[in-house]
């Protein structure tokens, strides 16, 4: 099975930086995209960032200019460095593989809280 671990998320004030980091284990192979998604409370599950095997990155309009993720394929990890926080940034970060299964499958983290302090 496929287990994925974030690390990184934290209490920071408006205007700082945060590093976030995601490590899958498990068989992992056929790896299609991986990617950063986000839930804020009363608010929908959102993307983030994601990058393509091929390492074509796509981010939200939201955080473009201020996020930057980036893949290590042999270690099986993504990190998400963000910088520039604001409180519209609080919430629930979730990292995402997207393996090709018969199709492809998604897998998740199990979040990472990141809270930004006006």
């Known amino acids: 099975q496929v287990q994925l671990v974030e690390s990184g998320g934290g209490l920071v004030q408006a205007g700082g930086s945060l590093r976030l980091s995601c490590t899958a284990s498990?068989?992992?192979?056929?790896?299609?995209?991986v990617g950063w998604y986000r839930q804020a409370p009363g608010k929908q599950r959102e993307m983030v960032a994601s990058i393509s095997f091929r390492g074509r990155t796509n981010y939200a309009d939201s955080v473009k200019g201020r996020c930057t993720i980036s893949r290590d394929n042999a270690k099986n990890m993504v990190s998400l460095q963000m910088n520039s926080l604001t409180s519209e940034d609080t919430a629930v970060y979730y990292c995402?593989?997207?393996?090709?299964?018969?199709?492809?499958?998604?897998?998740w983290g199990q979040g990472t809280q990141v809270t930004v302090s006006s």
């Open positions: 498990g068989i992992i192979f056929s790896v299609n995209s």
């Open positions: 995402n593989f997207v393996l090709v299964r018969s199709g492809l499958q998604n897998y």
